[in-house]
């Protein structure tokens, strides 16, 4: 099993969209994130771990699911990154791959010697992009394919039927 552990606020400080809307509304940019990466997740089936850190919202550490995802905020005076850390410490073995999301130099260099993989924030996003272009057609095709009337009809009376319809 694969999983990708995000820095959260690493993305929301490093993504075009969600940078503007962080700037208007955190919580939405957190948001939109979730959703982005529920996204990722239902796509390629890779387990998803988003951490928050608690020095940007005060309070004490919670965890709970949005979307089947993990969503982390770390205790007062915890960092994210001592966190996905810890994190990558206990979930690194022999049939799981952790990727940590991050684009902090000092953290990449952390998580490499825990055995996890990185990738930046750009890749990531790169990624996201181009999932959401493939889920895109995905549903253009299936919209294509599916029939516009339960009975089948040739191109040529559903013409008609148009032109009825208009009145011409």
């Keep these: 099993m694969d999983i990708l552990i995000v820095d959260g606020y690493n993305m929301i400080g490093a993504w075009p969209e969600l940078q503007k809307l962080k700037n208007k509304d955190l919580a939405a940019a957190r948001d939109l994130l979730i959703e982005k990466m ?3 997740q239902g796509f390629t089936g ?4 988003i951490v928050f850190d608690a020095y940007i919202v005060k ?3 919670r965890k709970y699911r949005n979307f089947n995802i993990e969503i982390i905020f770390t205790k007062e005076k915890e960092t994210a990154d001592e966190r996905i850390e810890k994190l990558a410490n206990q979930l690194v073995n022999r049939t799981t791959k952790v990727f940590v999301a991050t684009s902090d130099y000092a ?4 998580i490499f010697g825990k055995g996890a993989f990185r990738k930046s924030a750009r890749e990531l996003y790169n990624e996201i992009k181009e999932i959401e272009k493939k889920i895109s057609k995905n549903v253009d095709e299936i919209k294509h394919e599916r029939p516009i009337s339960k009975i089948p009809l040739t191109k ?13």
């Design 156 to 168: 040529e009376v559903l013409d008609f039927f148009e032109r009825f319809r208009r009145g011409e």
């Design 38 to 40: 529920a996204e990722y």
């Design 107 to 110: 953290e990449q260099g952390q």
């Design 46 to 49: 890779v387990k998803v771990i």
């Design 59 to 61: 309070g004490l550490e």
